[in-house]
């Protein structure tokens, strides 16, 4: 007996949707995930939310993708493989999309992702317990949401340094307002890390239907008729074919994409180049993602003093505009208080983020083989407007290095820089250059006269009937802030219209 729907990937977006679709006792899920699903299987730091060990390339963990940042910056990608995708090995940080990407995302013809409609359904997915239920935020979702700002002394002395250059104070960044430094949001509780698998499937799990299947590679999409009537497997090697009424593609900004291309749906050149039937032409798959660059400035804690072992990896962040950057603010300084990986130097991490570029990154096969990573080209900072943006993010973060508030606290080599000079910082930022990981945009949504347009507002792909996408790939551009939560929101709203029939 086929399956109601089948969802591809248990990440952020697919974990939470298949448990909302599998709340109808009469609705039969199937959720598929290529990494481990079982306890017993699953490494103990993807639980354990005070590190961040388990999103390094190369762990077991996690899908490791070799992608090129500019051209002359290689750089090696890790994505969750395991259930819970990325919300199980990431920061902890559960930080919204500002009001003004919602209603930009509005204004394209996507007018079920407006600020106002939405917003309901942010409240009802979380328990804040800082701020408990009100008109922005809610008190009895599944995913909890802390704010810990005060509990470490670097984190402190970071927000005193930031307010003393004359930053605002933003207490409370899930809410609409100014951008400026303050707590961020995390669903890090108790040093416990809330993935999705925790605060949907773990609940979920008992429900006669809803199929939990890990260790199964989906190799492609079935199209017959125009009409997606299941996909093709590969589990422990052997291939075998999966029936479903529905399709629900939630493998993240990089497999679902590749999946769409694989199983002939994509620009015609680029599936002909690998002799791929075309099924349906979609020349907006993998055109024209966005992400954020991202900035590493090292820094160490003057004394032998560590941060309770219990707080999660960023506690607080800046946020502000570059010169002439938009209000929301496009960049963003975030404190790291624990190595990234297994790094074992001392070293923390003081991130810069560009969270609102004008640079566009382009995905297309490599292969025809779904095991062959695809290529994966961010073209960061090709403008004049981005380089002057982390130009001036570097400036004020090093800066702040320098304050005496968190000079007192910490040190670090960038105390010593000649920030007046464009070309060494330019040059410093040409070896350095990283990503936050937020990639969105690969298969994204649109109205009908949209041509670049891969999925309508509801995650429906074009020309195949039976087809969705649920996941950050949707998003017209990365959200100005991180997109953990965002994920997690298209679960949600994803599984809302499929019950209304949309």
């Known amino acids: 007996m086929p399956y109601d729907v089948v969802v591809v990937g248990a990440g952020s977006a697919g974990a939470t949707l298949a448990a909302r679709l599998s709340e109808a006792p009469g609705t039969r899920v199937l959720l598929l995930e290529a990494g481990p699903v079982q306890e017993h299987e699953i490494p103990p730091e993807v639980h354990d939310g005070t590190v961040l060990r388990a999103a390094a390339p190369g762990h077991p963990a996690t899908w490791s993708y070799p992608v090129r940042l500019s051209p002359e910056r290689d750089h090696v990608i890790a994505r969750g493989r395991v259930l819970g995708g990325s919300s199980a090995i990431n920061g902890g940080v559960f930080v919204r999309a500002r009001p003004e990407d919602h209603d930009g995302w509005a204004a394209l013809g996507n007018e079920e992702w407006a600020y106002?409609?939405?917003?309901?359904?942010?409240?009802?997915l979380e328990a804040d317990l800082d701020l408990g239920p009100g008109p922005v935020h809610g008190g009895d979702g599944p995913v909890p949401v802390r704010r810990d700002g005060s509990a470490d002394v670097a984190t402190a002395a970071f927000r005193e340094a930031a307010l003393g250059l004359g930053y605002p104070d933003e207490p409370d960044k899930n809410a609409p307002g100014p951008p400026g430094v303050g707590p961020l949001p995390l669903n890090v509780v108790g040093g416990v890390r809330y993935s999705s698998a925790r605060c949907y499937l773990q609940p979920a799990r008992d429900r006669s239907n809803l199929e939990i299947r890990g260790g199964t590679v989906v190799r492609r999409v079935l199209i017959e008729r125009g009409r997606a009537v299941g996909v093709e497997v590969s589990t422990a090697g052997e291939y075998r074919r999966i029936e479903a009424g529905e399709v629900v593609l939630a493998a993240g900004a990089v497999a679902s994409p590749q999946l769409l291309m694989l199983s002939g749906l994509g620009p015609p050149e680029k599936l002909a180049a690998h002799d791929i039937p075309v099924i349906t032409p979609l020349p907006g798959v993998g055109r024209e993602f966005t992400d954020h660059p991202q900035l590493t400035l090292p820094w160490r804690r003057r004394s032998d003093d560590r941060t309770a072992p219990r707080l999660a990896p960023f506690l607080g962040a800046l946020h502000l505009a570059s010169p002439g950057g938009p209000d929301?603010?496009?960049?963003?300084?975030?404190?790291?208080?624990r190595p990234i990986g297994r790094d074992l130097t001392g070293e923390l991490p003081l991130?810069?983020?560009?969270?609102?570029?004008?640079?566009r990154g382009r995905l297309s096969l490599r292969g025809a083989d779904p095991a062959t990573s695809p290529l994966i080209d961010y073209r960061y900072l090709e403008t004049a407007k981005d380089r002057a943006a982390m130009r001036a993010g570097l400036r004020v973060a090093a800066t702040l290095l320098r304050t005496r508030p968190f000079a007192e606290v910490a040190e670090s080599p960038a105390d010593t820089w000649d920030l007046s000079d464009d070309g060494v910082l330019d040059r410093w930022i040409t070896t350095h250059l990283g990503t936050a990981i937020h990639l969105s945009g690969t298969a994204r949504m649109g109205p009908e006269d949209d041509h670049g347009a891969v999925t309508d507002q509801?995650?429906?792909?074009?020309?195949?009937?039976?087809?969705?996408?649920?996941?950050?790939?949707?998003?017209p551009t990365a959200p100005s802030r991180g997109t953990a939560a965002t994920a997690v929101l298209i679960g949600e709203m994803v599984a809302r219209f499929m019950r209304r029939g949309r």
Request: charge should be neutral; charged fraction near 25%; proline fraction near 4%.
């Open 458 to 475: 509801y995650g429906r792909v074009r020309g195949t009937d039976g087809l969705r996408l649920a996941d950050t790939s949707i998003l």
């Open 351 to 359: 991130l810069v983020g560009l969270n609102s570029p004008d640079s």
């Open 328 to 337: 929301r603010g496009d960049l963003e300084i975030m404190l790291g208080l």
């Open 116 to 124: 106002d409609r939405v917003l309901p359904v942010m409240r009802a």
